[in-house]
């Protein structure tokens, strides 16, 4: 069986094509899971393990060429980084966790559990993509004969 590897180029449209429903995922849950009577703790930490997973495929595709490894280690800097960060209050900064776009993108308290969430979406990003990736890589175009 011959493997072909994709391109850097090839492997970051794969990823922003698992990256895109990841968002839209998040995004749906945030906005709509309470209406739908989901669980808060479903809401809330669903929500982190995908904004970690997002993050994880977003390193991916900016640091293409880095091992898997090395993105995993990347997003959770970034992750924990955002996290530690909610732990900072200044008027503004707070005002704008107030903003839906700041809730998404920042969060508004700090919680360790968050740190889980964000651990196992990470973990669960990179299987994805290892998967994923692997079908690429043995897809082989059928020969007509």
Avoid: Q
């Avoid at 072909?4 to 698992?18: D, F, H, N, Q």
């Avoid at 739908?36 to 495929?57: D, E, I, N, T």
């Amino acid at each position: 069986m011959h493997h072909v590897m994709p391109s850097r180029g090839a492997k970051s449209i794969v990823r922003a094509g698992l990256c895109l429903p990841v968002v839209i995922c998040g995004l749906a849950l945030r906005l709509l899971g309470p209406g739908l009577g989901l669980p808060a703790f479903v809401v809330k930490y669903g929500g982190s393990l995908l904004w970690a997973a997002m993050v994880f495929f977003l390193v991916a595709i900016a640091a293409s060429r880095s091992t898997r490894r090395s993105v995993v280690m990347v997003a959770a800097v970034i992750a924990v980084g955002v996290e530690l960060f909610r732990l900072v209050h200044t008027p503004w900064l707070d005002s704008f966790r107030l903003t839906m776009a700041g809730a998404l993108l920042l969060g508004r308290i700090f919680s360790p559990w968050d740190i889980l969430a964000y651990a196992i979406g990470i973990a669960l990003g990179a299987l994805l993509d290892n998967l994923v990736l692997a079908m690429v890589r043995s897809a082989r175009p059928h020969s007509a004969s």
